[in-house]
């Protein structure tokens, strides 16, 4: 019947929603590992492992609403009504985190970034916090905090700039420039967007695309918990077979 049929459809749903979610939560932490010296707080990839695990009750979920639409049974429509509000349970949890992470890590990304660029001490330096900011600004094809003109204003203990010879770090240069030494007179070699930004918009983006994921799920699983309803109304006790 119908409802045998929408539970069908979700359990395809739910398993395609099961790699959506470890994709996103893998996103999340790797993203958290590769900038960590940017992110001090150890649980910022909370998130993430949330997502994953969510995704690993969502795989078992969508094999027992495929089992019951092709053959029901009393014991794996109550499994599978518990399964379903465990899931909506660490949904719930999993949009609230996302939401104040967004927040709060964009707040640790500012302050923290600041105090790295101000360590700066030279362009592929050895000293303590330059190789960092080199290697963000390559990954990311960024120049500065904000933007470029933040190196302007640089303080660092030996990266003062002459006013007349302006220059940013090397690794402000695009790739296709070989010859690109920092000089400002040519903005065309160089990276002009800042670095924070992206970093945020990177993580952003994770955080957003499992919300979204959260809210989705939700409302399928919600619906599917319907149809199990409906589908338990409509055949009676004795008739069910136990698998």
């Not at 495929?66 to 999993?94: N, T």
């Not at 990266?159 to 690794?171: L, T």
């Not at 945020?200 to 957003?208: N, P």
Request: glycine share 6%; aromatic share 14%; charged share 15%.
């Amino acid at each position: 019947n119908f409802a045998c049929f929408l539970l069908m459809f979700f359990s395809v749903l739910f398993l395609g929603s099961a790699a959506l979610l470890a994709f996103g939560g893998g996103f999340v932490i790797l993203t958290c590992k590769n900038y960590d010296y940017l992110l001090q707080e150890s649980f910022f990839p909370l998130p993430g492992w949330l997502a994953v695990l969510v995704a690993f009750v969502l795989l078992p979920t969508g094999i027992l609403a495929f089992s019951i639409s092709v053959r029901s049974s009393r014991y794996h429509q109550g499994a599978l009504m518990h399964l379903l509000l465990v899931l909506l349970c660490l949904q719930v949890s999993l949009a609230v985190l996302t939401h104040f992470y967004s927040i709060w890590m964009a707040a640790e990304l500012k302050s923290t970034m600041g105090q790295v660029f101000y360590q700066y001490n030279g362009t592929y330096s050895v000293a303590s916090g330059s190789r960092p900011v080199d290697v963000l600004q390559e990954k990311l094809e960024c120049c500065g905090i904000q933007n470029y003109t933040d190196w302007l204003n640089a303080s660092g203990a030996s990266w003062n700039f002459k006013p007349e010879k302006a220059q940013v770090p090397r690794s402000c240069c695009k790739e296709e420039y070989s010859g690109c030494r920092g000089d400002l007179h040519q903005l065309e070699q160089l990276f002009q967007e800042g670095c924070l930004r992206k970093l945020q918009d990177q993580l952003w983006f994770g955080m957003e695309f499992l919300f979204c994921c959260c809210l989705v799920l939700s409302v399928l699983e919600l619906l599917a918990a319907a149809s199990n309803g409906i589908l338990m109304r409509q055949r009676p006790f004795h008739d069910f077979r136990f698998l």
